[in-house]
């Protein structure tokens, strides 16, 4: 297990898929702060003899929008690089070869899922720090706590839609189908929340951005918990059902 997962590592740096999400994330980490911070002379250059007046800018708001750029574009881009994670190394025939050495099939696969989390725990962190240092240099402090939620928050709704990319690679051997179901999980996600949210539900997975707020901000109520545990179920059960479809399957 320890071997594989090793294994990961060394070809998601080699490959660039790792730091290129990781770029990507910092990226937006440090554009967050000063195109919310100057949103108004920006806007300004585009509307030539028309004072535009902009809402004073907190660094909780920075965090907020920063999030919304990670859970949007940046899992876009995750999901991409996770969609071969199983399917690609089936078609090269390299999940064959792995399984002929002594790897079980649970260590080929689970050092996968650890690999996934891992690494998307690192990237949020890193950018998340990235982005409250440089807003702590431009606008005001965030509150620790905080940081620390919102990194929770956003690992967690990161991970549903990589498990389920990872799980339909593992399963369908197609990394089109892997990234197609990742990307629409996403977007069902944000639609389900949208609905649910009108309905005064706070406690269910997709409603962890909901919360984005209250954990910004230091303060999350006990149903950010609750849906935190519900989606970290989510993710064991349908990586129980991944391995337990790939132990019974002929590779």
Known sequence: MKLMLMREFREGWRSFRFPGVLLGAVFFALLAPPTQKYMDAILGMF????????????????????????????????????????????????????????????????????????????????????????????????????????????????????????????????????????ILFMFLMSTVGWVLSNADVSWLPTQLTEHLPQAVAGTPPSSFWIAVALSWLFIAILTWLTGLNFSRKEI
């Not at 509150?143 to 399963?171: E, R």
């Open 47 to 182: 509307a030539e003899g028309v004072e535009i007046s902009m809402p004073p800018v907190s660094p909780e708001s920075v965090l907020i929008g920063f999030a919304g750029d990670l859970t949007s574009m940046i899992l876009i881009a995750a999901i991409v690089v996770t969609m071969g994670i199983v399917a690609r190394e089936k078609h090269n025939g390299l999940t064959e070869w792995f399984l002929t050495r002594p790897v079980s099939r649970n260590a080929y696969l689970y050092a996968k899922v650890l690999y996934l989390i891992i690494t998307t725990l690192v990237i949020v962190a890193v950018s998340s720090l990235a982005c409250a240092i440089y807003t702590y240099t431009l606008i005001g402090p965030l509150s620790a706590a905080g940081i620390l939620y919102t990194i929770i928050l956003i690992t967690t709704y990161f991970l549903m839609p990589l498990i389920v990319t990872f799980t339909v690679s593992a399963v369908t051997g197609i990394s089109g189908a892997a990234a197609g179901a990742g």
